[in-house]
Protein backbone atom coordinates (compact mmCIF):
# COMPACT_ATOMS: atom_id res chain seq x y z
CA UNK A 1 0.00 0.00 0.00
CA UNK A 2 1.25 3.21 -0.87
CA UNK A 3 0.48 6.11 1.34
CA UNK A 4 0.73 9.53 0.07
CA UNK A 5 0.55 13.42 1.55
CA UNK A 6 -0.86 16.29 0.15
CA UNK A 7 -0.02 20.02 1.29
CA UNK A 8 -1.59 23.07 -0.12
CA UNK A 9 1.81 25.04 0.70
CA UNK A 10 4.13 23.22 -2.25
CA UNK A 11 7.71 24.89 -1.42
CA UNK A 12 8.64 26.08 -4.90
CA UNK A 13 4.80 27.21 -6.09
CA UNK A 14 1.82 28.87 -4.88
CA UNK A 15 -0.45 27.72 -7.20
CA UNK A 16 -0.29 24.11 -6.53
CA UNK A 17 -0.13 21.15 -4.26
CA UNK A 18 2.97 19.11 -3.36
CA UNK A 19 2.43 15.22 -3.52
CA UNK A 20 4.84 12.58 -1.41
CA UNK A 21 4.96 9.20 -0.93
CA UNK A 22 7.38 9.73 1.98
CA UNK A 23 10.21 9.44 -0.44
CA UNK A 24 9.67 11.65 -3.36
CA UNK A 25 8.09 14.71 -3.65
CA UNK A 26 6.54 16.25 -6.67
CA UNK A 27 4.40 19.52 -7.43
CA UNK A 28 1.20 20.21 -9.28
CA UNK A 29 0.90 23.64 -10.19
CA UNK A 30 -0.93 26.10 -12.44
CA UNK A 31 -0.39 29.04 -14.00
CA UNK A 32 0.35 31.08 -17.10
CA UNK A 33 2.94 30.64 -19.88
CA UNK A 34 5.85 28.41 -20.09
CA UNK A 35 7.10 26.70 -17.02
CA UNK A 36 10.67 27.12 -19.01
CA UNK A 37 12.79 28.79 -17.30
CA UNK A 38 10.11 30.42 -14.56
CA UNK A 39 9.11 27.56 -12.48
CA UNK A 40 11.61 25.29 -10.18
CA UNK A 41 10.59 21.71 -9.65
CA UNK A 42 11.71 18.33 -8.93
CA UNK A 43 11.89 15.93 -11.63
CA UNK A 44 8.29 14.36 -11.92
CA UNK A 45 6.18 17.70 -11.32
CA UNK A 46 3.12 18.96 -13.57
CA UNK A 47 1.86 22.02 -14.52
CA UNK A 48 -1.01 23.02 -15.77
CA UNK A 49 -1.01 25.38 -18.50
CA UNK A 50 -4.14 27.95 -17.80
CA UNK A 51 -3.47 29.92 -20.96
CA UNK A 52 -2.43 27.09 -23.33
CA UNK A 53 -3.54 25.70 -26.66
CA UNK A 54 -3.01 22.23 -28.17
CA UNK A 55 -0.26 20.55 -26.79
CA UNK A 56 1.06 23.91 -24.42
CA UNK A 57 -1.36 22.42 -21.85
CA UNK A 58 0.29 20.00 -19.53
CA UNK A 59 4.10 20.00 -18.85
CA UNK A 60 5.88 17.60 -17.50
CA UNK A 61 9.72 18.65 -15.65
CA UNK A 62 11.45 15.36 -17.37
CA UNK A 63 15.13 16.79 -16.37
CA UNK A 64 17.04 19.19 -14.56
CA UNK A 65 17.22 20.34 -11.00
CA UNK A 66 16.52 24.01 -11.50
CA UNK A 67 13.87 25.85 -13.93
CA UNK A 68 14.71 23.94 -16.76
CA UNK A 69 13.80 20.94 -18.23
CA UNK A 70 9.95 21.24 -18.66
CA UNK A 71 8.36 19.64 -21.60
CA UNK A 72 5.05 19.87 -23.37
CA UNK A 73 2.86 17.64 -23.91
Do not use: C
Not at 35 to 53: H, I, K, Q, Y
Request: hydrophobic content about 40%; charged content about 10%.
Amino acid sequence: MIQLAISAEPPAAKNGVAVSNGTTTVLVITGANTPEGAVTAPVGSLFLRNDGSTSTTLYVKTSGAGNTGWTAK
